[in-house]
């Protein structure tokens, strides 16, 4: 329930908002990151992202953590308890948490 509340609120962020960042959602949706090719039809090449304002609320970034000992040691956090951090209410490892967050973005 919470993982779909999470995609829920994803998708509503990144619909309302300009979404700048974000793994896809899945191979429907994508990301939802608006794209653009150059003006330029000489210029071949991947779409780039817009730096456009598309008339959008707010700017949008989602960054997820995998909260496993693995990919927290690839962040360089080998001291976080992931187990602990996995909980929903983990309020004694909030600076673990929040770390994660700073070192993933």
Sequence with gaps: MMYAMSVD???SCR??????HGEAIDHEM???MPF?????PDELGPPMLTSKPLGRAFLYARYNVELTERALSGLGLEGAKSSSMRQ????DVTDDLFEAGRLAA
């Design 36 to 40: 653009e090719r150059s003006a330029n």
């Design 15 to 20: 619909t309302v908002g300009r979404c700048v």
């Design 9 to 11: 609120q994803d998708i």
């Design 88 to 91: 929903l209410d983990a309020v």
């Design 30 to 32: 994508n990301s939802l």
